[in-house]
């Protein structure tokens, strides 16, 4: 194994930062791990991170501080506690997707402690965690996103620099807003097709090959059969989660008002979702085929 100076404070160990931590050490990297559940700490310690009693040990002595958090409150809160003991000119990386407003406060705090910050949210869900393939989209500095890079090419396999603070976040939301619009709008024309007298497979020959195609249809097809890798295929199991996708579908539609968009189409999207969550939050996103299916048989209110 490689050996690597740089220690790495880990805050976060769940389905998606205790993967992208073990990557970090398998590439020689000495990570000081943290998270609350002990759990996550147990699998952190199998696979080779120091696991410590708090975050603040953690980032006390590190050299780069990463997190992945469930939301920007507890970003925020987090970094009140560990900013100040982390020593002068630590490069802070968040990798949670939050509101772009809550990023950008994150980084204004970092800096303000007289620290270093980029935002950098992933996509990939958790098979791409564990296989070292994530896309990160990054906000920050040009001398920052340079010294995290190495780090970032080791758990992921595609990392752009988007622009300043809070950008990172800003491409995230912007292209998961679309995928929630792209799998609605598939999912009611899979369903018309299928009142029309459509089968799935002729559905599928003809739209992904036609002006319709779509990420969506051809690598994430919603309903069983024409793409057997699909969740549709396992009873609709994550995958992308439902919850996520509302969050995230939140988030873009916090983005829109907050910034004056007309975005008449996003929103509607994040009520759809933050419906749909309320029944099935466990489910794969693209289960919102079955949820259109059923209120287009009078089976729900």
């Known amino acids: 194994m ?7 404070a880990f805050l976060g160990l769940g389905h998606m930062g205790g993967p992208m931590a073990a990557n970090l050490v398998k590439a020689g990297y000495d990570v000081l791990a943290f998270d ?4 996550a700490q147990d699998q952190a310690r199998r696979d080779g991170a120091t696991v410590v009693a708090t975050a603040v040990e953690a980032v006390s002595a590190s050299d780069i501080v990463i997190t992945m958090l469930p939301n920007g409150r507890i970003v925020l809160d987090l970094y009140g506690d560990i900013l100040p003991a982390a020593k002068p000119g630590t490069l802070f990386v968040d990798c949670s997707t939050i509101d772009v407003g809550d990023a950008k406060q ?4 970092a800096v303000a402690a007289g620290h270093r910050a980029l935002d950098a949210p992933v996509s990939g869900g958790v098979a ?14 040009d001398a920052d996103f340079a ?3 190495p780090l970032l090419e080791v758990m992921g396999g ?6 300043g603070a809070g950008v990172g976040q800003a ?3 912007c292209n998961n807003m679309l995928l929630g619009i792209s799998m609605i709008g598939l999912s009611e024309a899979i369903v018309l097709g299928e009142k029309l007298g459509l089968t799935h497979d002729k ?11 779509s990420w969506a249809l051809t690598s994430y097809c919603p309903v069983p059969g024409p793409v057997p890798a699909s969740p549709a295929n396992n009873d609709y199991q994550p995958g992308f989660a439902t919850a996520l996708m509302s969050k995230d579908l939140g988030l873009a539609a916090n983005a829109l008002r907050a910034n004056g968009v007309d975005g008449q189409i996003g929103q509607l999207a994040a009520e759809i979702y933050n419906r749909f969550n309320q029944e099935e939050a466990g489910k794969d996103f693209s289960a919102i085929v079955t949820d259109i299916r059923k209120r287009s048989e009078g089976e729900t209110a």
């Open 171 to 173: 491409a995230k939301i």
């Open 158 to 163: 595609k990392v752009v620099h988007c622009g």
């Open 147 to 149: 010294a995290a890079l």
């Open 2 to 8: 490689m050996s690597n100076n740089t220690k790495v």
């Open 128 to 141: 791409g965690a564990a296989a070292g393939t994530l896309t990160f989209m990054v906000g920050g500095a």
């Open 203 to 213: 559905f599928f020959d003809v739209v992904s090959t036609a002006s319709g195609q």
């Open 36 to 39: 609350p559940v002990p759990a």
């Open 106 to 109: 994150a980084a204004e705090l």
